[in-house]
């Protein structure tokens, strides 16, 4: 059975800034990759480090082909040991380097969670000096990988002030996204959506770009119910609001791309024009970006509402291996249609 969040062989197609940019057709995994490399050419701060990221080039060859190009001073396989990997991150960032972290499976950034909150994230604060530093690896679900490496730990970092979190859900996106975060100045939690890896492919531009964290993207427009999402949801969205539309239903659906900072102009102001809010989202309910959105629109954009603001989520519970669990417990275009025509009733 397919998994139900998104569609087979999915291309997403974007407007790129200039028509005239050559371009190719690439997957998220392998615009990711490009990111790093065109990084570490431009720029010789740059180096990686991670477990299995060299010679085996990374559990899902992300980084395939990179020792071979920049040698092993710049892509150094390390040991099994997370804090390690964040700590040798955080004290090359405070010497002038630019370093690229992978965890191997973004679950696994919790041993090196008192790092990167307590030490990486607040040493602009502390100091004055900022601590440049990407962590990237691959999250959520759809992959039968089951407790420990199908996890969407998102919100442990959206809370923490002085980092920022990323979770892009288009090949374009991964790359300019990534880019944009190796040249920020202060720490990035970076997540690559697993099962976009090789799901995924859009037109990404050979020539040098990035796209700016904490801005928001309206996937397709619409005026009677905005949907609000990121990551491998995105498609959820997409596939829901095309069903809605044969229904006569105008869905708008806004990609996140970063949650911290959070872009509230693009969904406040979407809000304003539907009167209506779904928060989808592939993390846990209790206390997921849903929770921070919906508080936002209360606070500000109360007159605006028409209806109650929903948000459809994972259930409180660890991630099932089971794939027939797994598929329950993952958000779907099913369980999504059933919350926007609830909406559309009021």
């Known amino acids: 059975m397919a998994d139900p969040r998104i569609s087979g062989g999915v291309t997403l197609t974007l407007d790129l800034p200039e028509a005239s940019r050559a371009s190719a057709d690439l997957f998220y995994l392998e615009a990711i990759r490009q990111a790093l490399s065109e990084e570490m050419e431009r720029d010789g701060s740059v180096f990686l480090l991670g477990e299995d990221i060299g010679v085996f080039g990374g559990a ?13 001073a710049r892509v150094i396989d390390t040991p099994l040991a997370e804090e390690a990997i964040i700590g040798g991150a955080i004290g ?17 950034i919790s041993r090196g969670f008192d790092l990167l909150t307590n030490f990486a994230a607040k040493n602009r604060y502390r100091t004055g000096v900022g601590v440049p530093m990407v962590v990237r690896g691959p999250s959520g679900g759809g992959v ?14 959206v809370k923490t002030p002085g980092l920022k979190v990323v979770a892009p ?18 720490p990035v939690v970076y997540l690559e959506h697993k099962y976009l890896y090789r799901r995924v492919k859009d037109r990404v531009p050979s020539e040098d770009y990035i796209v700016p964290l904490g801005k928001a993207a309206v996937r397709r427009e619409g005026s009677d119910l905005t949907i609000v999402t990121y990551a491998a949801m995105l498609y959820t969205a997409l596939d829901a609001a095309a069903v809605l539309a044969e229904e006569g239903a105008s869905v708008e659906v806004i990609d996140l791309r970063t949650l911290l900072p959070l872009d ?18 592939e993390d846990t309910r209790t ?8 508080a936002t629109l209360s606070e500000k954009a109360f007159e605006y509402l028409d209806a109650p603001i929903l948000r459809v989520t994972a259930p409180d519970t660890p991630v099932p291996y089971a794939p027939t669990l797994e598929r329950a417990f993952l958000p779907n275009v099913n369980t999504l249609l059933a919350a926007a025509r609830k909406l559309l009733k009021y």
């Open 169 to 186: 859900a288009t090949a374009y996106d991964a790359k300019g996204l990534l880019k944009a975060a190796i040249r920020d100045d202060d």
């Open 287 to 294: 206390a997921g970006i849903g929770a921070e959105i919906a």
């Open 60 to 72: 899902f060859k992300v980084t395939e082909g990179l020792l071979d190009r920049f040698g092993e």
């Open 144 to 157: 039968h990988g089951g407790p420990y490496h199908s996890q969407s730990p998102e919100m442990y970092f």
């Open 264 to 281: 509230e102009e693009t969904i406040l102001s979407s809000v304003g024009k539907t009167s209506r809010c779904i928060v989808l989202h």
């Open 92 to 108: 090359a960032a405070m010497r002038g380097m630019r370093p690229v972290a992978e965890m191997q499976f973004i679950d696994f």
